[in-house]
């Protein structure tokens, strides 16, 4: 895919924060903290529970491993939050602001992190994080069906990348400021 960008480009990337996060008041306003305050912008988001067949075709490559039916329990088992986030090398600077998958790793030697801080098992360990820009692609399409990528670089990257923004924190997401689009079309 040809990706049309002002200056460098943003790099999108899948955010889950789990169950027991949402569940909790603290962690959730924590994360999401974390998040504004790392520079990141929220393309979308959205609440919802992941059905039993959405977990399946999400962590498919997880199938034969021995987490993988307490690991797909756990992930319907509440709303989780799921956003598509924004930022120069988003899949990295998202990882690292997660910290390492392993819940006791991280709380041993990464604990400033959100799994160092919020993880409470491997399985509960917080958040997801796209791993690559083909695994970003994929897990988008997965939760977000009505998104689309090449329309986004085309249309609306741009304007991400200016901060030409408005930030909803109810909603948890930035909206274009339309001020900066006339016809359809950015004012250059």
């Not at 789990?18 to 305050?37: C, E, Y």
């Not at 990295?92 to 602001?97: E, F, G, S």
């Not at 991280?106 to 917080?126: C, E, P, V």
């Not at 090449?150 to 948890?172: A, C, Q, T, V």
Request: contains cysteine.
């Amino acid at each position: 895919m040809m990706l049309t960008c002002s200056k460098r480009c943003l790099q999108l990337t899948l955010a889950i924060l789990k169950p027991h996060v949402v569940k909790s008041p603290f962690a959730l306003q924590k994360i999401r903290d974390l998040i504004i305050d790392n520079n990141f912008k929220i393309v979308r988001s959205r609440r919802m529970t992941i059905s039993r067949e959405e977990a399946e075709l999400f962590y498919k490559e997880h199938r034969n491993k021995f987490f993988y039916n307490r690991l797909l329990t756990f992930m319907c088992s509440g709303p989780s939050d799921i956003h598509i986030l924004a930022a120069h090398d988003a899949i990295t600077k998202w990882r690292q602001l997660m910290g390492p998958t392993k819940v006791y790793q991280a709380q041993y030697s990464a604990q400033d992190t959100i799994r160092g801080m919020f993880g409470l098992s491997d399985t509960r360990n917080a958040t997801h994080g796209s791993d690559s820009i083909e695994s970003a692609k994929k897990e988008i399409a997965i939760f977000f069906k009505d998104f689309n990528m090449k329309k986004w670089y085309d249309n609306e990257e741009m304007l991400y990348n200016l901060g030409r923004l408005h930030f909803d924190p109810i909603s948890f997401v930035h909206t274009i400021d339309k001020s900066y689009v006339q016809n359809e079309q950015v004012i250059k």
